[in-house]
Nanobody, 123 residues
Framework: QVQLVESGGGLVQAGGSLRLSCAAS????????VGWFRQAPGKEREFVSG???????YYADSVKGRFTISRDNAKNTVYLQMNSLKPEDTAVYYCASRVRGYYSSDSKNYDDWGQGTQVTVSS
């Protein structure tokens, strides 16, 4: 089992940027698919971005062109660069890993999850 720890959340004004990090420990996730999901109060958890083991990337339409997912296998860490943030991006953001190395937009297909980090975008 892998442990995932997110960091980098915070309060930012609309139009600002944040970079979330997801540090993995326990084993390497270089062969895993990884995903970022978010959950706003009263809403379902939703897919934000994903990456296959071979670094192919995927984005929800709502964040395409503003968010960038990346990974540093040497650091066993995944990142989510978030630019041009909007109030509707406010949520708890979670990273997840999937041993089967191809991404899924369905949260049920991920094996391990971090505890989440709060992102709040003020208008």
């Amino acid at each position: 089992q892998v442990q995932l720890v997110e960091s980098g959340g915070g309060l930012v004004q609309a139009g600002g940027s944040l970079r979330l990090s997801c540090a993995a420990s326990g084993r390497t996730i270089s062969g895993d698919a990884v995903g970022w999901f978010r959950q706003a109060p009263g809403k379902e958890r939703e897919f934000v971005s994903g990456m296959d083991w071979n670094s192919r990337t995927y984005y929800a339409d709502s964040v395409k062109g503003r968010f960038t997912i990346s990974r540093d296998n040497a650091k066993n860490t995944v990142y989510l660069q978030m630019n041009s943030l909007k109030p509707e991006d406010t949520a708890v953001y979670y990273c997840a890993s999937r041993v089967r190395g191809y991404y899924s937009s369905d949260s049920k297909n991920y094996d391990d999850w971090g505890q989440g980090t709060q992102v709040t975008v003020s208008s």
